[in-house]
């Protein structure tokens, strides 16, 4: 399973744009021996995130799960609202950025990265 979106999915993401703030849902899976490589990542995405006018919503690590399908074992959680798809896309784009994504490649097994949108839009 890819744990990076491929320009076909930047590209369908900002097609189906509704306009408006977004907030990615990122369910995380770390690779044996990844958390400290994703944890690198984490504290160098900062600046990124401020360039484009992002911000970390929440971060946790994933326990019981009440209600899930069979194999469902997320290791953490990260939701992170952007002002715009664009801005993500522009963050993604980036040459410094990308400098730093091999960290989160490396640290990560398996990944969710989901768009969502705020009811009542």
Known sequence: MSVDPTGQDLKRYLEEDPGGPVVMLNLLRYAEGGVA???????????FL???G????????????????DGWAW???LLVRYPSREAFSAMVADPEYQGITGLRTAGLDEAVLQATTPWGR
Request: charged share 25%; net charge negative; aromatic share 10%.
């Open 37 to 47: 490589s994703y944890q690198e990542y984490t504290r160098k995405i900062g600046p």
């Open 50 to 52: 401020e360039r484009v």
């Open 54 to 69: 992002g911000e970390v919503v929440y971060v946790g690590n994933c326990d019981t799960a009440l209600v899930a399908p």
């Open 75 to 77: 290791d953490a959680v």
